[in-house]
């Protein structure tokens, strides 16, 4: 069984003059797909489109995706993913999980598990009262029935990035108006971002609570190195929590199977980062043999900022691990 996280950065029909069109992005993401060769796959930064139905409701859905897969391997797959309170996919960067076997139950958690933080920016101007702080984007936590393995629980993330949050009197457009406006707004996105990991790690025990042997793959685009706070967060190693008894509970990083030299998902101004990573519950460590990171033509992503040309592919490398059932 291959199992693969692929953030396809903003996969979307609209282009600009600078940013490719899907149709030019359609054939080099195919080529991807058909290389990942996976039974589950999970992405990120998948968009929605608007149409209007046959009863002339406006709706939105997955089509640009739904079109990348037409005709391919993946077109007969169980597909689930992130809705609004509404019922319908998100306008923008939803989470979704492709599977070969049979969906089950599909579940999404943004603050449920931990109330909204109240927080008062203090480079804020004109001066705010506390406000509650929260994140964008939910966790999706599906389960399936593998006809070997039984029930698996695949819980996909995209946790908050390093792009520091607004603060209201400290930007004009992209430009910053003090350092310490900036820091602010840093300080906030990592509180997000930690705090998305702390629900993450709440809902696995959770899971683990109702089923000690729970076979769990956590996958996604972390926004984090793996020696960082949100990973570590969610892995709950033995070293962080000194309790040799919650070693049950400890979510393997697939990663440790690739040499250090060439475990990168993500370039920055020539800085290889691992910032999308999957995750194994112990019980599934014995059918683990082997993880692939796709990066032989990962481009820099500073790049296309210095004149905002983007590339038809993504700028995240995709990440296979491969179990031998």
Not at 34 to 48: N, P, T
Request: glycine share 4%; charged share 25%.
């Amino acid at each position: 069984m291959k199992v693969a996280t692929y953030n396809i950065e903003n996969l979307d029909f609209k282009g600009t003059e600078l940013n490719p069109v899907f149709q030019e992005r359609k054939p080099v993401l195919q080529a991807m797909l058909r290389r990942l060769d996976s039974e589950l796959i999970f992405f990120q930064e998948i968009h929605g489109q608007e149409y209007t139905d046959e009863g002339g409701t406006e709706q939105r859905d997955l089509l640009a995706l739904k079109d990348l897969l037409e005709d391919g391997p993946y077109e007969n797959y169980f597909l689930a993913s992130t809705k609004t309170s509404e019922n319908k996919v998100y306008d923008k960067r939803n989470l979704v999980i492709l599977s070969k076997y049979p969906i089950t139950e599909v579940n999404q958690y943004r603050n449920d598990k931990i109330e909204k933080l109240g927080y008062r920016k203090v480079t804020a101007e004109p001066a705010e009262e506390v406000k509650d702080v929260s994140w964008e984007r939910p966790i999706l936590h599906v389960k399936i029935d593998h006809p070997e393995l039984g029930e698996l629980h695949l819980i996909n993330l995209h946790l908050k990035s390093r792009l520091a949050s607004n603060v209201s009197g400290q930007k004009d457009g992209y430009k910053w108006n003090s350092a310490a406006g900036w820091a602010e707004g840093y300080f906030l996105s990592s509180i997000k971002r930690v705090g998305q990991a702390i629900e993450t790690r709440i809902l696995l025990d959770e899971i683990f609570e109702q089923e000690a042997d729970a076979k769990i793959i956590v996958c996604g685009d972390f926004n984090a190195e793996p020696d960082q706070v949100p990973v570590e967060a969610i892995i709950g190693s033995v070293e962080n929590t000194s309790n040799p008894s919650l070693r049950s509970k400890v979510m393997i990083p697939c990663s440790n199977g690739i040499p250090s030299s060439i475990q990168y998902s993500h370039l920055h101004h020539g800085h290889k980062n691992l910032l999308d990573h999957m995750l194994i519950s112990q019980s599934l460590v014995p059918y683990f043999q082997s993880a692939s990171i796709f990066n032989e033509n990962l481009h820099d992503e500073s790049l296309p900022f210095a004149s905002d040309q983007k590339f038809p592919e993504s700028d995240h490398a995709a990440f296979v691990s491969t179990f031998k059932i």
